[in-house]
T-cell receptor, first 113, second 114 residues
Framework: KNEVEQSPQNLTAQEGEFITINCSYS?????LHWLQQHPGGGIVSLFM???GKKKHGRLIATINIQEKHSSLHITASHPRDSAVYIC???????????????FGKGTHLIIQP | DAGVTQSPTHLIKTRGQHVTLRCSPI?????VSWYQQVLGQGPQFIFQ???????GRGNFPDRFSARQFPNYSSELNVNALLLGDSALYLC?????????????FGPGTRLTVT
């Protein structure tokens, strides 16, 4: 079964701390997405990765294809970073067509002032 | 440019009724995917459409159907609603079909079935 596991499920930290959220998956992928979801439901795409590392502002995403693992880092965290961070994976699919993204359960991040 | 839009924002229906949810993708995007997110869970894939054709379907019953129009907007239809259909329904658009392209999500439609 193709699975996506995230850790931790919940994370509370103080403003300014360095945050790491982890994602592991079971089989080969074509791409991995990091998404942010705020209360009320709207989802924002942060990164899409198939290899290496990407950086946008205070956010950094890395992926290790051999280890089937990705991390999302937030530097100098701020209360406005409080949200649910979701890892979603496009598993390699040999049957043609599309099978959608497979999502992790998300990491609830709270940054306290 | 406008992002992905969905309507309605919220909806309350009774068991057994039918519902239609609508999605307008970002201009120039030809692929639309639908996801169901039950409270406390990650989204689950329902359908993907590209150029008005179904490209993929998740593990959902035949009560769920969808279509894509010539302007690339899409409708998700759910018949014979069950209490378990209560969820946030998300639409995502991308330039091409497949999930290895950046996905842009709409704000979702929150459906409550009573």
């Amino acid at each position: 079964k193709n699975e996506v596991e995230q850790s931790p499920q919940n994370l509370t930290a103080q403003e300014g701390e360095f945050i790491t959220i982890n994602c592991s998956y079971s089989v080969g992928i074509s791409a991995l997405h990091w998404l942010q979801q705020h209360p009320g439901g709207g989802i924002v795409s942060l990164f899409m990765l198939s290899s290496g590392k990407k950086k946008h502002g205070r956010l950094i995403a890395t992926i290790n294809i051999q280890e089937k693992h990705s991390s999302l880092h937030i530097t100098a965290s701020h209360p406005r970073d409080s949200a649910v961070y979701i890892c979603a994976v496009d598993f390699m699919y040999s049957g043609g067509g599309a099978d959608g993204l497979t999502f992790g359960k998300g990491t609830h991040l709270i940054i306290q002032p | 440019d406008a992002g992905v839009t969905q309507s309605p924002t919220h909806l309350i229906k009774t068991r057994g009724q039918h519902v239609t949810l609508r999605c307008s993708p970002i201009s120039g995007h030809k692929s639309v995917s639908w996801y169901q997110q039950v409270l406390g869970q990650g989204p689950q894939f329902i359908f993907q459409y590209y150029e008005k054709e179904e490209r993929g379907r998740g593990n959902f019953p035949d009560r769920f159907s969808a279509r894509q129009f010539p302007n690339y907007s899409s409708e998700l239809n759910v018949n014979a609603l069950l209490l378990g259909d209560s969820a946030l329904y998300l639409c995502a658009s991308s330039w091409l079909t497949g999930d290895s392209y950046e996905q842009y999500f709409g704000p979702g439609t929150r459906l409550t079935v009573t």
